[in-house]
């Protein structure tokens, strides 16, 4: 209602008319007490609620494979993955890059990006942990990982019912 009075006052004012202002507010008086004990009770609201707790992240489970790369497991440039990064030449296991099938991608409508890092959990002692998305896998595969592997290391994997969910949200 005042917003209106006063855009009512400021329109007459242009026309030439005069009217009379609303009288201003008296101002809040504050004494030593209200200002000792506001802050406080600012920083006693804050403390009083709980903070709202995040949503968990999804975990979905998928069966995991390892990959090599050699043109015999991957494309004509197996050094070149998806995303467009390099696999360095001095690579292991514990470089902790994977590929995903095409249905657990966000470009074909599932809900992992190329750059997340994801939890992996159920393949193996050594080789659970967090890993970072860099490939894809080939058309005919659906919900699974491959880990990338070195052929030195001579692991061989075929592991279903393995944990994988987004590291961080």
């Known amino acids: 209602m005042d917003k209106v009075r006063l855009f009512s006052c400021g329109l007459l004012a242009l026309t030439g008319w005069t009217a009379p202002l609303p009288p201003p507010e008296p101002p809040v008086k504050?004494?030593?007490?209200?200002?000792?004990?506001?802050?406080?009770?600012?920083?006693?609201?804050?403390?009083?609620?709980?903070?709202?707790?995040?949503?968990?992240?999804?975990?979905?489970?998928?069966?995991?494979?390892t990959y090599e790369a050699v043109a015999g497991q991957t494309d004509a440039e197996p050094f070149v993955t998806a995303d467009n990064s390099r696999i360095p030449k001095k690579y292991s296991s514990r470089t902790r890059w994977l590929a995903l099938s095409r249905d657990l991608l966000r470009p074909w409508g599932g809900p992992f990006a190329f750059g997340d890092t994801v939890r992996v959990r159920g393949i193996s002692v050594a080789l659970d942990g967090e890993y970072i998305i860099h490939d894809?896998?080939?058309r005919r595969h659906r919900r699974c990982l491959d880990v990338l592997v070195h052929p030195r290391e001579h692991i061989d994997l075929f592991q279903k019912g393995t944990k994988i969910q987004l590291a961080s949200l």
């Open 136 to 138: 894809t896998m080939a």
């Open 30 to 65: 504050t004494t030593t007490f209200t200002r000792f004990f506001a802050p406080l009770r600012a920083v006693c609201r804050a403390v009083a609620r709980p903070p709202k707790p995040r949503p968990a992240a999804p975990i979905y489970t998928v069966t995991a494979t």
